[in-house]
């Protein structure tokens, strides 16, 4: 099996390799960005997004496409759950602030487009690793909590 829903699986005597190129190369190419700059990170560590009432609005169909579009990605894409979740709060009324945090992960996906899951074949010595953190009331509008965690299972 090369391809399922639309995620590349390769095999190798190592283990197997999902990933997304190909999709996230269409969802690149779907908003423009295809020719942007790449960027490190996905969101700059400092941001903090709100509703931002006063902000320009943009059009709510396209930011929800993108949105969506990113949601997909997470499938194969751990490293862009938190962002995507962070801007996936403003679907009902965008602006300009929230479309800048979309395109920027949009960037930071062009510079990792071969990044992807790796499972290694034949582990003996699995461990179970999990790592959380939380914010309190870290939510601007309405001080909502976040919250997190991650599962490692591996060497």
């Known amino acids: 099996m090369k391809h399922f829903l639309g995620i590349e699986v390769k095999q190798w005597t190592g283990g197997i390799f999902i990933g997304q190129r190909r999709y996230a190369g269409e969802v690149l190419a779907r908003f423009g960005m295809e020719d942007s700059n790449a960027v490190k990170n996905p969101i ?6 709100h509703k931002d009432e006063g902000g320009v609005r943009v059009d709510d169909t396209l930011f929800k496409q993108v949105v969506g579009s990113l949601m997909y ?4 894409r751990p490293d862009l759950m938190f962002c995507v979740s962070l801007i996936s709060r403003f679907r009902a009324s965008p602006t300009m602030t929230h479309w800048l945090a979309a395109k920027r992960i949009l960037r930071y996906v062009k510079g990792t487009i071969n990044l992807g899951i790796f499972y290694r074949k034949g582990e003996s010595n699995l461990k179970l690793v999990a ?6 009331a870290g939510d601007l509008d309405d001080r909502r909590s976040t919250s997190g965690f991650v599962f490692k299972l591996g060497a």
């Open 44 to 49: 700059v560590p400092s941001t903090k997004l």
């Open 73 to 76: 990605l997470t499938v194969t």
């Open 131 to 136: 790592f959380t953190d939380s914010d309190y």
